[in-house]
């Protein structure tokens, strides 16, 4: 015996446009809600791992300017560790701002600046990125460190015109927000950061 599907009256068969209309309401709403959703948890961790720095003042050029931003890597330093040669922001350990420094040396590292040159663990460093006649010399005497466990040296290139490390002493990891990533602005100037490499100073 032939069974025939029910037929379904007006009254359902009105009904049925209306239930599809809401279901695709419905499903739509959900896609919007888990989108913004999604774009603020990658918002959030964009703004926890990244940070946006303005350079302030002359102390690193000729390299970087006043007024340049940068992009900051707060997240790989913390899990990798810096090396030297990095350039980095840091928090003033005398003022409420942000300093763009190179970082020189790392925890367990001799400091010692002599003859108007660098030396790390005994070993003179290989500078090409400083202008010409930069003052690489001591500040209000010290003119040797011996850094801590949890201590980084740290100059500006513009050795002349930096207050840095050798005015206020290394800074503790706790002070360093991160590595300098990408240079942004001015759009003219953009391109990814290079940090260098010291051929000498031992392990990085």
Do not use: C
Request: aromatic share 10%; net charge negative; charged share 20%.
């Amino acid at each position: 015996m032939n069974e025939t599907a029910p037929i379904p009256d007006a009254a359902e068969a009105a009904a049925l446009p209306a239930q599809s209309k809401g279901g695709a309401s419905r499903a739509l709403l959900r896609e919007i809600a888990e989108t913004v959703a999604l774009f603020v948890v990658v918002f959030t961790v964009a703004r926890f791992a990244i940070g946006n720095y303005s350079i302030l003042g002359q102390s690193m050029e000729p390299n970087y300017h006043e007024d340049q931003r940068l992009l900051v890597d707060k997240i790989s330093p913390q899990l990798f560790g810096y090396n030297r040669g990095d350039v980095v922001v840091v928090h003033s350990p005398i003022q409420d701002i942000e300093l763009i420094k190179r970082l020189i040396g790392k925890p367990g590292d001799v400091i010692e600046l002599r003859d108007n040159r660098v030396y790390v663990n005994g070993e003179p460093l290989d500078e090409p990125y400083l202008p010409p006649g930069a003052y690489s010399g001591p500040m209000h005497g010290s003119a040797r460190w011996v850094l801590g466990p949890d201590e980084y040296f740290i100059m500006g290139d513009n050795r002349s015109f930096s207050q840095d490390s050798r005015a206020f002493g290394p800074v503790t990891a706790d002070k360093i927000v991160g590595r300098a990533l990408l240079l942004y602005w001015p759009l003219s100037d953009l391109h990814i950061v290079q940090h260098y490499t010291y051929k000498s100073a031992g392990p990085r």
